[in-house]
């Protein structure tokens, strides 16, 4: 039997070996695609599509947003949803928004609960975050993640949390939470900016396994 090495410790005479060791366990992160932003209007992950996975395989699916650079100054990164193979990305959804910041001269500072980013059964795309700068050296990154998509029981909630260099040289934190209103499966997501074009950065999805 070949011998197996696990946290600096050798295992024999086993049977199976455990799930840590082969990275099935519960809650390991399972890389399904990443798109890469090239001056690009959109960004779209849509299930069965060039090997992408937005079904019932994964309970739980998380975007990973690393360094989006918008094309134009303070321009917001925003998303939506849509079912099967419809394409009009209008799902009705309802969130709530906590955002954090600190200037670089150290004379600004806030954190609060902001109700001009809240949604309310609103159709239109959702900011993730906001006036993001596009000096050479800024961008944004975070997360975003959405539980059981394809539930036919159950609305659709998601979390997403975000920092980034804000146009007027802030470190903003921007933290989102909600749910699409709908218990059809939902089969496709677009990122985009409010205007102009996603000039370089990548998203990545994963799954994440329950068992």
């Known amino acids: 039997m070949a011998l197996v090495k696990y946290n600096n410790r050798s295992l024999k005479n086993l049977t199976t070996v455990p799930a840590a060791v082969t990275g099935n366990s519960p809650g390991a992160l399972v890389h399904i695609k990443t798109l890469t932003a090239s001056s690009s209007s959109t960004l779209d ?3 069965g599509s060039s090997n992408v996975v937005l079904d019932d395989t994964y ?5 990973e947003f690393i360094n989006i650079h ?3 100054n303070a321009k917001s990164l925003t998303f939506q949803t849509d079912t099967g193979t419809n394409t009009n990305y209008n799902i009705a959804c309802t969130t709530t928004a906590i955002k954090a910041y600190h200037n670089e001269p150290d004379s600004q500072t806030q954190l609060d609960y902001d109700t001009q980013y809240d949604a309310a059964q609103s159709t239109s795309f959702i900011n993730l975050a906001e006036e993001i700068m ?3 050296d800024s961008s944004v990154s975070g997360t975003l993640t959405i539980f059981n998509p394809s539930s036919s029981t159950f609305v ?3 979390m997403s949390d975000m920092h980034g260099m804000r146009n007027d040289v802030y470190a903003w934190r921007f933290m989102k939470a909600g ?3 709908t218990t059809t499966a939902l089969t496709r997501f677009q990122f985009k900016l409010n205007s102009g074009n996603i000039d370089v950065g990548q998203i990545k999805l994963y799954g994440i396994k329950d068992a």
Request: aromatic share 30%; hydrophobic share 35%.
């Open 45 to 47: 992950f849509l299930n």
């Open 179 to 181: 749910y699409f209103n």
């Open 134 to 136: 596009n000096n050479n």
């Open 156 to 158: 659709k909630h998601f």
């Open 70 to 72: 918008p094309s134009a």
């Open 59 to 63: 309970p739980i699916y998380k975007f």
